[in-house]
């Protein structure tokens, strides 16, 4: 059986659902970044917003980025399979993690899509009709560098108010990211017209083409993971 995010049985059931998408926020870039590398190379990062479904398919459509993987983080390797981490008690969230190209996108411009388009960061263990804390707002900065400028942006954003209220935002140790099932892998482009993606997801992707042209691609980076 297809396992959803969260969903309640009103999407099972063929019924529609009575959610809508997180609304996207305009928020300002951060007020530092990294500097862009001269060359192309590659690197990663880890966020958590929700079901991983609606923030894979975001950043699967950002210029730059080459490869979005749904997983978890924050647990160990041995809870790391979805019955598990569903339950909300294993400490992982539903994670995806970024590989992307730093000449091409910054990690402070991830950010601000990650806060302005792929989920709403003022939500606190919860996304849309998702609730638990395997559903939680988290960074995990994979390096100094990203720390540093993910509580920069964090604070920078809850000093402009422009959410109106502190982000829920958690920036919390990296100890390693595991790949979900594959089933889970690149869910928004196979099932765009199923229930849960139409209401919550898709319009995030619309979100980000309208907010960030410049970095906006209509073709996604599909991933090749692994089948788990």
Known sequence: MLAACGLGLAVLLGQNPAFSSEAAKVVPPPASDEQPPA?????????????FWGVQGVFQHVRGVTDVVSGYAGGSRDTA??????????????????????AQVTYGKLLQIFFSVAHDP????RQGPDSGTQYRSAVFPANDMQRNLAQAYVGQIDKSKVFGKTLATRIEPFNGFYPAESYHQNFLTRNPGYPYIVVNDLPKIDDLKRLF???YRAQPALTKVASR
């Open 122 to 125: 003022t939500e606190l263990n």
């Open 39 to 51: 060359t192309a190379h590659a690197e990663t990062a880890v966020f958590a917003g929700g079901c």
């Open 213 to 215: 042209p410049a970095l």
């Open 81 to 102: 399979r979805y019955d598990r981490v569903s339950d909300g008690d294993t400490g992982h969230a539903e994670a995806v993690q970024i590989t992307y190209d730093p």
